[in-house]
């Protein structure tokens, strides 16, 4: 994955290889898109030196567990009512497969990160904290970030309130 660090000097909208809208970034404003394959940039900008993050915080948690992290040994896809999970003791993640097949590629990072977080703690909200550090040192900005867990989440105070207050400098 490339990381571009982009400045963008006129409204800028990014768009995906099927020309769905990633991201929309005002005049000025600097930010990090991960690149996957192809990307469409509609507006004038500059690329920057990249930087992994720039000025971003996150608020880490004390784990709550003490498990060996085995990391995703196994993917199962089924239907899962919880559309995705991860069994910690096995390393198995079960996938629902009509949701995985509706993700972009931020909500893949979020999804698969927050479920790592389960290896650490047992609160979602800690989890959700976690994917958004892991999706943050990837290189995915905030703004990406909320957007992946706002269009994922079930849980409306998670969606609404958790990441917004965890990550700063959006």
């Known amino acids: 994955m490339r990381i571009l660090r982009i400045k963008a000097l006129e409204n800028l909208v990014v768009k995906d290889k099927d020309k769905r809208t990633i991201y929309i970034a005002p005049k ?53 009512p919880h559309k995705c999970s991860i069994d910690v003791n096995s390393g198995t993640l079960v996938f629902d497969t009509d949701f995985f097949r509706k993700l972009n590629i931020a909500q893949l990072y979020f999804i698969l990160s927050h479920e790592m977080g389960h290896y650490f703690y047992f609160t979602e909200h800690k989890c959700d904290a976690f994917a958004g550090a892991v999706m943050l040192l990837i ?32």
Not at 45 to 52: A, F, N, T, V
Not at 58 to 69: M, R, S
């Open 139 to 170: 290189g995915f900005n905030p703004s990406q970030i909320i957007a992946a867990a706002n269009s994922t989440l079930i849980d409306e105070f998670r969606k609404n309130e958790n990441l917004a207050q965890l990550l700063k400098n959006q």
């Open 28 to 80: 000025g404003k600097v930010f990090n898109l991960p690149v996957i394959g192809k990307v469409y940039v509609k507006g004038k900008y500059i690329r920057l030196p990249s930087k992994i993050i720039d000025n971003v915080r996150l608020k880490y948690y004390k784990p709550e567990k003490n498990i060996d992290f085995k990391g995703v040994q196994r993917v199962v896809f089924s239907k899962n």
